[in-house]
């Protein structure tokens, strides 16, 4: 910004000049404008130096705000979203209106709901001091996930709710949430059909919620974090994984891959953060899970587990949870480049490359873990060594922030992944109500094949613009098609967003336009 301040100056002083002549000074005052102008766009902001974080991180939350289920309240502002799954729950008598659609259907998956709003939640308590005028946005957001996973929790004694939408039925059809009308199925969990994996994780997510609502709002505050023990006391007690025994095939979109061990510690960590109880912390350091991990997801939890533990152990020294602080180091030389332990490939263009499917989840979840755990060791003056290669939070920073520019435009592409961020971003991505007619253009009700002929497979643009949803990304070439029927690279998803708020929070306190 100063660079551009003083260039613009010096175009000036050269117009005022009284030496230049008229034609050479109109020459020189299109080329300030021009300079000007192509400073605004943020695709070239990245290259000057760094994006508009603090726009980007409006959008990233006002996301969200799509992929509402339930009941729309008065200050909604994605005005092409309208009231949806009004009657969710009714088949098993209760009431699990609300929560989020993971992605671009209409079902509401518990697992990576749950670990959205922890992430969320995380997001607000690390960086909602760098959120300024979005934190309530942000809080908002969290609170529309974590109301839904109260009444999921709370509903009926000895169950928890993990799921509402027959997946297999809706992926059939292509219709806007508004006008669905695929079997709306209940799944749960329960003493006999045990899921420690989700339970852990809506634990986890309900005591994170709590920590962000700790001064915001006390009262509410304390009903989730008393939700939380008893959801983590279920979880221990009737042990299992939650797609080995929940039916209607919801396991085949959100298998528990990893097991349930990480989620036990995930949950026991947020719960011995939220309520200080050191019984929390003797069952975690008995839980016996030392996996080396060169990922972090809505399925695996291990690494966030070890870098939100290894706060307590930097910021407030406590030895005891050393074992885990130098785990979570182990994590970051497994994906830092130039580490000799490195097992994480990168694209030619310097994005993260995990996997095939949605890579930019695990591009994001990284990069916040990256961010946090930088944030302790500059608190706590921490260092350490991948092997040979010396490790400060400055080199984190570095990767989380090149990955953040690299979602934001600064690759190969010049494109944003970010929807509605940037002179260029995807105009087709794989969402349901995106990609039709809201209520209000279309009020006809729209059917199931219907949406596939007239809207899945149009080759235009799509007449909503998400705004702020993040898309799978590119492939391991830095290639991006920018096709709906690419769910790998074209389809936003809740997690992906979720743990982008906390980066853009972080890198917008950073460095302010």
């Not at 953060?273 to 809505?298: I, K, Q």
């Not at 979840?365 to 939070?393: D, E, I, R």
């Not at 949803?469 to 096709?483: K, N, R, S």
Request: with cysteine; glycine share 10%; hydrophobic share 40%.
């Amino acid at each position: 910004m100063m660079m551009m301040m003083v260039s613009c100056s010096r175009m000036m002083m050269m117009i005022m000049s009284p030496s230049s002549s008229p034609s050479s000074r109109a020459l020189v005052l299109v080329a300030a404008v021009l300079s000007v102008a192509s400073f605004s766009s943020h695709v070239v902001a990245a290259a000057a130096g760094h994006p508009d974080y603090a726009d980007a991180l409006a959008k990233s939350i006002l996301f969200f705000q799509g992929q509402r289920s339930g009941r729309l309240p008065p200050d909604q502002a994605v005005k092409w979203r309208s009231n949806s799954g009004l009657s969710d729950g009714s088949p098993a008598n209760v009431d699990l209106t609300g929560g989020y659609y993971d992605g671009g259907d209409n079902v509401k998956f518990g697992f990576p709901m749950a670990f959205t709003a922890t992430m969320l939640s995380w997001g607000v308590v690390e960086y909602g001091g760098r959120m300024q005028g979005r934190v309530h946005d942000a809080r908002a957001a969290v609170r529309w996930a974590a109301d839904y996973l109260l009444k999921a929790a709370t509903a009926t004694p000895g169950v928890l709710y993990v799921g509402v939408g027959d997946p297999d039925a809706d992926h059939r059809c292509w219709e806007r949430p508004e006008d669905m009308d695929t079997p709306r199925t209940v799944y749960s969990v329960s003493a006999s059909s045990p899921g420690s994996d989700v339970a852990a994780e809506t634990a986890a997510a309900l005591a994170a919620a709590s920590l962000a609502f700790k001064a915001a709002d006390p009262a509410y505050s304390r009903r989730l974090i008393a939700a939380a023990r008893d959801v983590m006391a279920f979880a221990v007690r009737h042990q299992g994984k939650y797609s080995d025994h929940v039916g209607g095939d919801v396991g085949a979109y959100y298998a528990s891959y990893s097991g349930y061990q990480d989620e036990l510690l995930w949950g026991s960590a947020w719960l011995l953060w939220a309520t200080r109880n050191t019984s929390y912390l003797d069952y975690l350091c008995s839980l016996g899970a030392n996996d080396g991990v060169d990922m972090f997801s809505w399925d695996n939890k291990l690494a966030g587990a070890r870098v939100l533990l290894s706060r307590r152990a930097l910021v407030n020294g406590d030895r005891r949870l050393d074992t885990f602080r130098r785990q979570a180091e182990d994590f970051i030389c497994r994906i830092l480049p130039g580490s000799p332990s490195s097992t994480t490939q990168y694209t030619p263009g310097g994005m993260m490359y995990k996997s095939g499917h949605a890579n930019l989840q695990y591009v994001t979840a990284a990069s916040f873990l990256l961010t946090t755990f930088a944030k302790y060791m500059a608190v706590s003056n921490h260092t350490f060594s991948c092997q040979s290669l010396p490790v400060t939070a400055k080199t984190l920073r570095a990767l989380a922030k090149k990955q953040v520019d690299y979602i934001l435009g600064a690759n190969p592409q010049g494109m944003s992944y970010m929807v509605g961020y940037g002179a260029r971003f995807p105009q087709r991505i794989h969402h349901r109500a995106a990609s039709m007619p809201s209520v209000a253009a279309h009020p006809a009700r729209i059917g199931c094949q219907e949406g596939f002929s007239g809207y899945f497979n149009a080759g235009g643009a799509n007449p909503n613009v998400h705004t702020g949803a993040v898309v799978g990304g590119p492939d391991q070439h830095d290639a991006f098609p920018d096709d709906r029927g690419d769910y790998d690279r074209s389809e936003p998803t809740t997690y992906t967003n979720a743990a982008l708020v906390g980066c853009l929070a972080y890198f917008a306190g950073s460095y302010k336009s």
